[in-house]
């Protein structure tokens, strides 16, 4: 996947981004840097228009779908919410309909910011694999267009962050990624390769959804019954081949994170940032502290891939107490 995807793409894509939102920042913050013993740089995917890093590939895929395809009047997606989020904005910039599927129980500002978009919301199904099926159902039912959540026009799209990121910290030892289906991760491999660095990329999963960090010890794909994480940016039970091929190839490993590692990292992006983390965006920095002998005194980039977390949630973790100063 990432093989097909190098630096001219990437350009391309960035151009496209860059056309419709400004790059995110990439900020070293100290008490982060104090508290995992290491110098840490913490890439903002937070702050864009839908705060996550998803709406690039939307931005990117919605672009050269108007192009190659000038008959498609409408799309559809399943999600837990970033990814809607992005297909809902690009493809109403785009002058195209949205639906999104989403499971039940979905987070409930992520489903209001899907409606404000512009998106059609339809609630089926107990988690994403089963939205998923709905939708692919429905695109062929009603002749819509199915944006799935990996593809390569997204990893070119979200790739465009792991450029800038590249760019900005050129002698980055790793970088923590989360991964849901990958194409985060995929663009940020992407990226280093394309521009040459020699840092190397670390995937997160929730160890309640530890679809592909099985799969990765494996070396295939193995599938999960549950996927039951409060970071529903990566509740994935059913990888994707081609996502696993390229984190098989390019990533030195994927790490698991507990739901309560997930809760103090949110913490501690507020208390030491002042930044919103959904569980997803906070994983990365769980792992980092996880594995913080391994990075002392070295230079760790950490994706904080959104902010699109409900105030109930928000309020529920930051009340909670930290078992340790650090952790």
Known sequence: MTEAIGLTELERAAEVVHAVMPATPQYRWPLLCERAGCEVWVKHENQTPAGAF????????????????????????????????????AATRAGLTATVVVPEGNSVEKNAAMRAFGAELIVHGHDFQESLEHAIALAEERRLHMVQSFDAKLVAGVGSYGLELFRGV????????????GSGICGVMAARDAVGSKAEVIGVVAANAPAYALSFEAGKPVSTNTAD????????????QGALDAILKGASGVVRVTE????????HYFTDTHN?????????????LKERDRWRGRKVGLVLSGGNVDRTVYQAVLQEADSGATN
Do not use: W
């Open 54 to 89: 998803k709406i690039r590939g939307g931005i990117v895929y919605m672009d050269e779908l108007r192009r190659a395809q000038p008959a498609v009047t409408g799309v559809i997606a399943a999600t837990r919410g970033n990814h809607g989020q992005s297909v809902a904005f």
């Open 229 to 240: 994480t409060m970071a529903d940016g990566v509740a994935c039970r059913v990888p994707v």
């Open 276 to 288: 919103v983390a959904e569980g997803a965006g906070a994983a990365p920095l769980a792992a980092l």
């Open 260 to 267: 309560d590692e997930i809760k103090a990292a949110m913490r």
């Open 170 to 181: 050129p002698d980055l030892d790793a970088v923590y990624v989360p991964v849901g289906l």
